[in-house]
């Protein structure tokens, strides 16, 4: 199975920058999602990575190292509109089940003015 | 605008009643997925289908839960009967079935059994 952390709540200046961190303990591993989801809302896809290394993707960044479990979202230049819980997921090694998602709990980050 | 569509949106019921959730995937997406979110236990994958096909539901209680799909268009979740417990969002997300497979979740249906 998959044991996955991240921290349960953030709090940063708009303007600011926050990193979300996530490690993963897994039988098997093919790559590493973040969504975003609002309060209210469904996710909505941020971020894919499946070899190691930064993703950019306008203000937001994502970062995979598959030899220590782990991986952060970055989110830089904070608006009020980045409030909404952060969601790391990953999937499964074997071809048959690559869609498999299996969620952490999120990371409700918080931007105050 | 290409989305995955839910009904009902919202749905109260009292215990012991059938409910059947409906999701309408992205036209062309050959992966349909059912997740259940609570504050509890976070989002959980209940089952998934790929062609049509279910390829996992090891996530769903079995003996009150089912999930078909009819066809390529239309994918229900059905609980009969729902209990209080059942009480949740339940997403359904639709993917291409690439090795990526970015999930495109729709709006959810909030379920409250009374």
């Known amino acids: 199975g998959q044991n996955i952390d991240q921290p349960t709540e953030m709090t940063a200046t708009e303007g600011a920058i926050v990193q979300i961190n996530c490690t993963y303990q897994?039988?098997?591993?093919?790559?590493l999602f973040w969504y975003q989801q609002h309060a209210g809302e469904a996710p909505t896809f941020l971020s894919y990575?499946?070899?190691?290394g930064l993703e950019e993707k306008g203000r937001f960044s994502s970062f995979l190292s598959r030899s220590k479990g782990y991986s952060y979202l970055l989110l830089k230049e904070l608006q009020m509109k980045d409030s909404a819980s952060y969601l790391c997921?990953?999937?499964?090694?074997?071809?048959?089940?690559?869609?498999?998602?299996?969620f952490g709990a999120g990371t409700q980050v918080v931007v105050t003015p | 605008d290409a989305r995955v569509t839910q009904t009902p949106r919202d749905k109260v019921t009292e215990m012991g009643q059938e409910v059947t959730m409906r999701c309408q995937p992205i036209l062309g997406h050959n992966t349909v997925f059912w997740y259940r979110q609570t504050m509890m236990q976070g989002l959980e994958l209940l089952a998934y289908?790929?062609?049509?096909?279910?390829?996992?539901d090891s996530g769903m209680p079995k003996d009150r839960f089912s999930a078909e799909m009819p066809d390529a268009t239309l994918a229900t979740l059905k609980i009969q009967p729902s209990e209080p417990r059942d009480s949740a969002v339940y997403f359904c997300a639709s993917g291409s079935g690439d090795t990526q497979e970015t999930q495109y979740f729709g709006p959810g249906t909030r379920l409250l059994v009374l």
């Open positions: 990575n499946v070899l190691d």
């Open positions: 997921a990953v999937t499964p090694q074997t071809t048959d089940s690559w869609g498999k998602l299996q």
């Open positions: 289908f790929r062609n049509r096909a279910p390829l996992d």
């Open positions: 897994t039988s098997g591993f093919n790559g």
